[in-house]
């Protein structure tokens, strides 16, 4: 059977592109003013010869050290500024008081040794903001008087940033001795900045701090905000709650995963999984791939927490081999529920055939259907932007619900953002989709025989699946996510699998990219980001160029030759007594024949061929 229908056809798709442009609008009128602040005109490299030359300085032995560079940015300050002043005075208060949130953080290290350097790079003006050299505590440097080390400080501060000593208090004074030197640190509050918390929370603080020993500067650094202790309490018991409530959903998790399994092994012999399973092995595969490829893409984080009393082989180690066993089991959780959730979904809502992959791991990827699916996906994403952004202010107005976007430059760190973007969207995409739509509806069906019931338990799982998010109210980010879930559970109802993949794939990626996309950001991170973005619509465009029949014809068991000469000895047993199997239903037959020792492959075409009809699960 041929069939060219596409997928969304009945679908009115002006009143879809309207609501996509609305999302769009939505989205740009109340999440874009957020972002706009980022600055990432510093790229990894252009921050590294910075903070290169700036300890070559003082360090001529620097080329027998390694180095270590990761992007950082300070979300406790941006989220204690939104939360006590609001995201307009927030940009305001960066701009005068020259405050970054956004920086490069290097780091430069000898195996076996304590002593190290640290630098902290501006990613908006490539100006060092943070300096530390690390030595050993028994390091003999000579002695200078406590006002002496306190006059060479406000000198370097005022060389280094032009501090004016007039507009500052000294808050802090030590002196730490040790047995062959003694360190000098003073901090200095700006007298202009004062932001209070709650009533009898602290405030807010501005801070200049630096230690020095003898004529040497070990540390400073220029401006750094001091959050009050109570916001900091508060966070922490927010993020309590979102572990006891992320515990209780990782155990309804591994329900999940072992239902996966269970069918699996149940109906081993199942056409529809039979027909799917190298598809998926294969989907694995690639995951496995791209997750290890993951892991030295993002190895400059990896080192930076090495700690330098162990080898720094066996520490690296240590870390590929846990990054191994979590990457099987990320293989792991995607191949079982793929199974389990095609032959659910075969049997459950079988002329839902877009609900699975194995219409078009039967037929053909590459049709204007699958175009149309792919394109369905991107207005779909759309539409969530726009949902999102309305629950995230209705949260806002209602429910003090505030948002610290930690992952939208959390790329940067990698040797390739782009390569990282695509992993971290088809890992998010493939396996969130296929357990919770693919798997989740379709067993939900299947227990409770109500399909209302299915989407209302799998989007709740998946909504508190997201809880470690940083958004607070914890239970508000379970809301929300829950909500686009009930959404997502309708577009693969009517649409398919492919139209949510695509649209979730492009969710995530947007959302890790939007630094790049709506900051300053250097071209390199910008181009990734939309050639990442690009990647579906760029096999769409490939599908409907090919645009392959869509051929339809019955599924059948692929034999190997022992198992096609089985089917014509058991085929011939069959005719041979077919008084006694004729009018017998065909499960029955095949399970006593099965129960016999016989390759189950081999007893349905046997069975199918005796009775002279279709191959069936």
């Given at each position: 059977?041929?069939?060219?229908?596409?997928?969304?056809?009945?679908?009115?798709?002006?009143?879809?592109?309207?609501?996509?442009?609305?999302?769009?609008?939505?989205?740009?009128?109340?999440?874009?003013?957020?972002?706009?602040?980022?600055?990432?005109?510093?790229?990894?490299?252009?921050?590294?010869?910075?903070?290169?030359?700036?300890?070559?300085?003082?360090?001529?032995?620097?080329?027998?050290?390694?180095?270590?560079?990761?992007?950082?940015?300070?979300?406790?300050?941006?989220?204690?500024?939104?939360?006590?002043?609001?995201?307009?005075?927030?940009?305001?208060?960066?701009?005068?008081?020259?405050?970054?949130?956004?920086?490069?953080?290097?780091?430069?290290?000898?195996?076996?040794?304590?002593?190290?350097?640290?630098?902290?790079?501006?990613?908006?003006?490539?100006?060092?903001?943070?300096?530390?050299?690390?030595?050993?505590?028994?390091?003999?440097?000579?002695?200078?008087?406590?006002?002496?080390?306190?006059?060479?400080?406000?000198?370097?501060?005022?060389?280094?940033?032009?501090?004016?000593?007039?507009?500052?208090?000294?808050?802090?004074?030590?002196?730490?001795?040790?047995?062959?030197?003694?360190?000098?640190?003073?901090?200095?509050?700006?007298?202009?900045?004062?932001?209070?918390?709650?009533?009898?929370?602290?405030?807010?603080?501005?801070?200049?701090?630096?230690?020095?020993?003898?004529?040497?500067?070990?540390?400073?650094?220029?401006?750094?905000?001091?959050?009050?202790?109570?916001?900091?309490?508060?966070?922490?018991?927010?993020?309590?709650?979102?572990?006891?409530?992320?515990?209780?959903?990782?155990?309804?998790?591994?329900?999940?995963?072992?239902?996966?399994?269970?069918?699996?092994?149940?109906?081993?012999?199942?056409?529809?999984?039979?027909?799917?399973?190298?598809?998926?092995?294969?989907?694995?595969?690639?995951?496995?791939?791209?997750?290890?490829?993951?892991?030295?893409?993002?190895?400059?984080?990896?080192?930076?927490?090495?700690?330098?009393?162990?080898?720094?082989?066996?520490?690296?180690?240590?870390?590929?081999?846990?990054?191994?066993?979590?990457?099987?089991?990320?293989?792991?959780?995607?191949?079982?529920?793929?199974?389990?959730?095609?032959?659910?979904?075969?049997?459950?809502?079988?002329?839902?055939?877009?609900?699975?992959?194995?219409?078009?791991?039967?037929?053909?990827?590459?049709?204007?259907?699958?175009?149309?699916?792919?394109?369905?996906?991107?207005?779909?994403?759309?539409?969530?932007?726009?949902?999102?952004?309305?629950?995230?202010?209705?949260?806002?107005?209602?429910?003090?619900?505030?948002?610290?976007?930690?992952?939208?430059?959390?790329?940067?760190?990698?040797?390739?953002?782009?390569?990282?973007?695509?992993?971290?969207?088809?890992?998010?995409?493939?396996?969130?989709?296929?357990?919770?739509?693919?798997?989740?509806?379709?067993?939900?069906?299947?227990?409770f025989k109500n399909t209302a019931a299915a989407v209302v338990i799998s989007s709740l799982l998946?909504?508190?699946?997201?809880?470690?998010?940083?958004?607070?109210?914890?239970?508000?980010?379970?809301?929300?996510?829950?909500?686009?879930?009930?959404?997502?559970?309708?577009?693969?109802?009517?649409?398919?699998?492919?139209?949510?993949?695509?649209?979730?794939?492009?969710?995530?990626?947007?959302?890790?990219?939007?630094?790049?996309?709506?900051?300053?950001?250097?071209?390199?991170?910008?181009?990734?980001?939309?050639?990442?973005?690009?990647?579906?619509?760029?096999?769409?465009?490939?599908?409907?160029?090919?645009?392959?029949?869509?051929?339809?014809?019955?599924?059948?068991?692929?034999?190997?030759?022992?198992?096609?000469?089985?089917?014509?000895?058991?085929?011939?047993?069959?005719?041979?007594?077919?008084?006694?199997?004729?009018?017998?239903?065909?499960?029955?037959?095949?399970?006593?024949?099965?129960?016999?020792?016989?390759?189950?492959?081999?007893?349905?075409?046997?069975?199918?061929?005796?009775?002279?009809?279709?191959?069936?699960?």
């Open positions: 059977m041929t069939d060219r229908r596409p997928a969304i056809d009945s679908f009115p798709w002006l009143i879809f592109v309207a609501l996509a442009l609305a999302g769009a609008l939505l989205w740009g009128m109340l999440r874009l003013p957020e972002l706009t602040y980022i600055d990432l005109s510093v790229n990894r490299k252009q921050a590294l010869d910075i903070a290169t030359r700036y300890v070559a300085a003082n360090e001529p032995q620097l080329g027998t050290y390694r180095h270590a560079i990761v992007f950082q940015r300070d979300t406790q300050t941006s989220g204690y500024l939104k939360r006590s002043i609001g995201t307009k005075k927030m940009k305001e208060f960066l701009r005068k008081y020259d405050v970054d949130l956004f920086y490069w953080s290097v780091r430069f290290f000898r195996e076996g040794q304590k002593e190290q350097y640290k630098v902290l790079v501006s990613s908006r003006t490539g100006k060092v903001i943070f300096y530390q050299h690390q030595i050993e505590e028994t390091e003999r440097i000579e002695e200078i008087p406590k006002d002496g080390a306190r006059e060479r400080s406000n000198d370097f501060l005022h060389e280094r940033f032009g501090f004016q000593i007039e507009n500052y208090t000294l808050v802090g004074d030590l002196s730490t001795i040790y047995d062959f030197r003694r360190d000098h640190t003073f901090a200095w509050r700006h007298n202009q900045v004062s932001i209070p918390w709650k009533d009898g929370g602290g405030t807010g603080k501005l801070l200049s701090n630096i230690t020095s020993s003898g004529d040497q500067i070990l540390s400073y650094a220029h401006h750094h905000f001091k959050i009050p202790e109570d916001y900091q309490r508060d966070i922490q018991s927010k993020q309590v709650v979102s572990q006891n409530i992320n515990a209780v959903t990782r155990i309804f998790h591994m329900i999940f995963i072992i239902s996966a399994v269970y069918f699996v092994v149940a109906r081993k012999n199942h056409l529809a999984m039979h027909t799917t399973k190298w598809m998926y092995i294969k989907i694995a595969a690639v995951l496995f791939a791209l997750n290890m490829l993951g892991f030295f893409n993002a190895f400059e984080s990896i080192i930076t927490q090495y700690h330098t009393t162990s080898s720094m082989n066996s520490y690296v180690i240590r870390f590929l081999t846990n990054a191994l066993v979590g990457t099987v089991m990320a293989a792991f959780y995607v191949l079982m529920p793929g199974l389990s959730g095609e032959l659910l979904h075969f049997e459950m809502a079988r002329s839902q055939r877009e609900g699975s992959l194995l219409k078009y791991i039967h037929t053909t990827f590459f049709s204007r259907e699958v175009a149309k699916s792919v394109l369905a996906g991107y207005l779909v994403f759309l539409v969530l932007l726009g949902c999102q952004a309305l629950l995230l202010e209705t949260g806002e107005r209602f429910f003090s619900v505030w948002v610290e976007y930690s992952w939208m430059t959390s790329l940067s760190t990698s040797y390739f953002p782009c390569l990282a973007a695509i992993t971290l969207g088809l890992n998010a995409s493939v396996s969130e989709e296929v357990l919770y739509r693919l798997f989740g509806i379709n067993v939900g069906k299947k227990f998946w909504g508190f699946a997201h809880t470690t998010y940083p958004i607070y109210p914890m239970w508000y980010r379970a809301v929300e996510v829950s909500i686009l879930g009930f959404f997502m559970a309708f577009i693969y109802l009517r649409f398919g699998l492919i139209c949510t993949i695509v649209s979730h794939y492009v969710f995530n990626v947007f959302w890790h990219s939007t630094g790049y996309l709506f900051g300053s950001a250097h071209i390199v991170y910008l181009a990734g980001a939309l050639f990442a973005l690009s990647l579906p619509m760029l096999f769409a465009v490939i599908a409907f160029i090919l645009n392959r029949r869509v051929d339809e014809r019955p599924l059948r068991w692929h034999l190997n030759k022992q198992q096609a000469f089985n089917v014509t000895v058991l085929t011939a047993y069959l005719q041979a007594q077919a008084a006694r199997f004729q009018g017998r239903p065909a499960a029955e037959i095949k399970s006593e024949i099965a129960a016999n020792g016989w390759d189950f492959a081999v007893v349905e075409v046997a069975v199918d061929e005796f009775l002279g009809r279709e191959a069936s699960p």
